[in-house]
Nanobody, 127 residues
Framework: QVQLVESGGGLVQAGGSLRLSCAASGRTFSTYSMGWFRQAPGKEREFVATINPSGGNTYYARSVKGRFTISRDNAKNTVYLQMNSLKPEDTAVYYC????????????????????WGQGTQVTVSS
């Protein structure tokens, strides 16, 4: 069982920045692919970013590429999402997720590619 706890959400003005953190339980964090997703009211949960176990490979949704950065610290069992140049349309509940298998990159851009989810953290960007 893997437990994920997100933190770092809040209210920020457009153009501002936030850094989300996701702390994971378990001794094998360094073997998990990790991802960030978000869900706005009335919308489906959508992919934001993913990172491979070593942290050497990342992939982003087109809507956030160049503004968001996913990273991880395997010594701290933590994955991060640095969000810059925030826009009102980034407003959503942000979830981190862990994949304990080794799915394809395509699968890692979908919710089905992940086995464990955090409870989410709210990010609100005001205009």
């Amino acid at each position: 069982q893997v437990q994920l706890v997100e933190s770092g959400g809040g209210l920020v003005q457009a153009g501002g920045s936030l850094r989300l953190s996701c702390a994971a339980s378990g001794r094998t964090f360094s073997t998990y692919s990790m991802g960030w997703f978000r869900q706005a009211p009335g919308k489906e949960r959508e992919f934001v970013a993913t990172i491979n176990p070593s942290g050497g490979n990342t992939y982003y949704a087109r809507s956030v590429k160049g503004r968001f950065t996913i990273s991880r610290d395997n010594a701290k069992n933590t994955v991060y999402l640095q969000m810059n140049s925030l826009k009102p349309e980034d407003t959503a509940v942000y979830y981190c997720a862990a994949s304990i298998t080794s799915p394809s990159l395509v699968q890692l851009t979908t919710t089905r590619g992940y086995d464990y989810w955090g409870q989410g953290t709210q990010v609100t960007v005001s205009s």
